[in-house]
């Protein structure tokens, strides 16, 4: 179709007319090639003038040339172009082509990109329908009646005796005259009896359940961005030179977390007023660190090394890596804020909270020797560390937070590592500032405490049996 495309464009560029003489030969040339020929009559000269003689002849060349550029450009530049012009036109083609494969390959990668992208969001989605599919199936849980007291049970029976023995006496008690349907004074005598304390903690002592956790009890807002999130604590097995009364604390915003701030005790915090200042020799990463027995235990930045901090010489006494534990942001809480290793401390010593590759992001616990910081023992739960807030540790037994910025959330997984055994709870937690980064349990204190969005809080705790 190309020829017949040169012989309209001939016929457009000389001006042919319908009358005019025009004749088009197909035959084979001198290289075996088939080679097309076509004539036009001129409309305006009686003959051809010289070579070189005439202004017409040289536009005719650059119409020519100009026709030439359009043939190569529609036929795909086999024709190689006599003019200059031509030559032009083919350059520009090809870097025109060359640009658009450029392109094109330029979006071939970025469509790559999406795909991956997308296969990833729908994995996270089937992951969540099974994660609905799975809850849908379980029995709804219902709250626990709360555990009566016996002091308040014997109070409720005196009760019940009292008014039964009140309401036999409307019958006998002779002063009442029934017959007599106006006003009559009945006096009574009222003895006070003190109530059981239902808000407090029960029995302090003894491990158990979580039953219970109170709301939180603000100690102190931190100051600055820094402090948007952090670390704080008291050691439950202190040593000298520091008092069980010392308060520690660490700003865990920004990428040099060093500075370890000291209080002699809780008024001393609440007033903003340390009497200590360390300098770790390396930085911390997030908010997973925890004090006991002397020391203060962390993740070294960008690693999955642990340290321990000897406050006495005021340099790092143990460092070993957790093995193959996630970190920097590969299995971190929902909060995110690269909280892949919680440390945390109970009646049993030091454990750490994690997960890898091999668990697939759910969480792993280890409990530490607090020497050394060898693995004792390990166990594999049933639930995403991804999905939950925080999590800690009450008498070997692990417990999940399930948001961070509800401010009425639960309490939702239990695992116990002496029975190797999980389930779901509900105990209601507060999250009264709406950003809680950590939740960790002293057992000394038998409480939790928490950073909540600037704030440094603590919960009383109960602990019974779950029913």
């Known amino acids: 179709m190309w020829f017949l495309a040169v012989l309209w464009a001939s016929c457009l560029l000389m001006g042919t007319h319908a009358q005019s003489s025009t004749s088009f030969r197909r035959a084979n040339a001198g290289n075996g090639r088939c080679q097309y020929t076509f004539t036009v009559d001129s409309p305006t000269e009686a003959s051809c003038p010289s070579p070189g003689s005439s202004p017409e002849m040289e536009a005719l060349k650059s119409r020519l040339g100009v026709l030439e550029a359009l043939v190569a450009r529609l036929i795909g530049g086999d024709v190689l172009s006599v003019s200059s ?6 350059s520009g083609l090809q870097d025109s082509y060359k640009q658009v494969m450029g392109e094109n390959a330029q979006l071939q990668r970025e469509k790559q990109r999406l795909d991956r992208q997308v296969q990833n969001l729908q994995q996270r989605m089937e992951e969540l329908r099974q994660e609905a599919e799975s809850l849908r199936s379980r029995p709804c849980m219902q709250q626990p009646p709360p555990r009566v007291p016996n002091k308040q049970l014997r109070f409720i029976s005196h009760q019940i005796v009292f008014w039964q023995r009140f309401a036999t006496t409307l019958y ?6 029934y017959e007599n349907p106006g006003y009559q004074e009945l006096t009574a005598v009222v003895t006070e009896v003190s109530a059981p304390n239902l808000e407090g903690p029960a029995d302090i002592s003894g491990c158990g359940d979580l039953v219970w956790v109170q709301e939180p009890e603000v100690h102190r807002k931190a100051d600055g961005i820094a402090g948007k999130y952090g670390v704080w604590m008291q050691d439950p097995e202190a040593t000298e030179p520091y008092a069980s009364e010392m308060v520690w604390r660490i700003d865990a915003v920004g990428s040099e977390v060093r500075q370890l701030f000291g209080y002699e005790n809780m008024d001393q915090l609440s007033q903003g007023f340390p009497t200590k200042v360390l300098l770790l020799p390396e930085s911390m990463e997030s908010t997973g660190a925890t004090m006991y027995r002397g020391s203060f235990y962390y993740q070294r930045r960008l690693s999955r090394t642990l340290l321990r901090y000897d406050l006495l010489s005021e340099s790092i006494a143990a460092r070993r890596d957790l093995p193959h534990a996630g970190f920097h942001g590969q299995f971190p809480y929902s909060w995110g ?8 401390v109970d009646e049993n010593g030091l454990w750490a909270i994690y997960s890898t590759d091999k668990a697939k992001g759910a969480i792993m616990i280890s409990q530490l020797d607090p020497d050394n910081l060898e693995v004792k023992g390990t166990w594999e739960t049933k639930i995403r560390k991804s999905s939950v807030a925080n999590a800690f540790m009450i008498c070997g037994k692990m417990y999940t937070v399930a948001s961070y910025t509800s401010p009425n959330t639960t309490i939702n997984y239990m695992y116990d590592t002496a029975t190797s055994q999980g389930k779901t709870i509900s105990v209601p937690f507060k999250n009264r500032f709406r ?6 349990f002293n057992p000394a204190q038998r409480k939790l405490y928490a950073w909540d969005n600037y704030y440094m809080v603590t919960y009383n705790v109960r602990l019974g049996k779950q029913e």
């Open 337 to 344: 804020g690269y909280t892949d290793i919680d440390l945390a």
């Open 172 to 177: 006998i008690y002779p002063a009442w005259h």
């Open 85 to 90: 012009q031509g030559s032009g036109s083919q």
């Open 435 to 440: 950003y809680n980064s950590m939740v960790d």
